[in-house]
C-alpha cells in the first residue's frame, strides 16, 4: 500500500513539506504552522514545561525565550562580527 502524502492538496504543510511544493497557498499554510508552532513552544516554555538549551540564538528565535543569554546569542548572530564598539553616524 503506498502511503499517498505526495497526494495531499495544495494549501496544507504537508503538500509543502512532502510534495514538496513551495506555491503560495503551500508557504502560507506552512507559515502558519510555524507560527502555531512558536506560539505552543512559547507557551510550554512560560508555563516551566520545556527546557531548551539557552544562550542559543534559535532559542529566542524559535522559542521567544528573551533571557540574558539567548538575548545575548541574538544580538550577537544579528551582529556577527563583534568587533566592538561601532560608530552609529
Ligand atoms: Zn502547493
Ligand atoms: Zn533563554
Redesign the pocket.
Do not use: L
Given at each position: 500500500m503506498a502511503i499517498e502524502t505526495t497526494r495531499a492538496v495544495h494549501g496544507t504543510r504537508s503538500r509543502y513539506v512532502n510534495g514538496p511544493c513551495h506555491c503560495d497557498r503551500c508557504r502560507s499554510a506552512n507559515a502558519d504552522y510555524q507560527v502555531g508552532a512558536r506560539l505552543e513552544r512559547r507557551l510550554r516554555l512560560l508555563a516551566g514545561l520545556a527546557s531548551?538549551t539557552?544562550?542559543?540564538h534559535s532559542?529566542?528565535v524559535n522559542?521567544g525565550?528573551?533571557?540574558?543569554?539567548?538575548?545575548k546569542?541574538n544580538s550577537e548572530a544579528s551582529h556577527p562580527r563583534g568587533t566592538g564598539p561601532v560608530c552609529d553616524g
Open positions: 531548551p539557552h544562550g542559543k532559542t529566542y522559542w525565550c528573551h533571557c540574558p543569554a539567548c538575548t546569542a
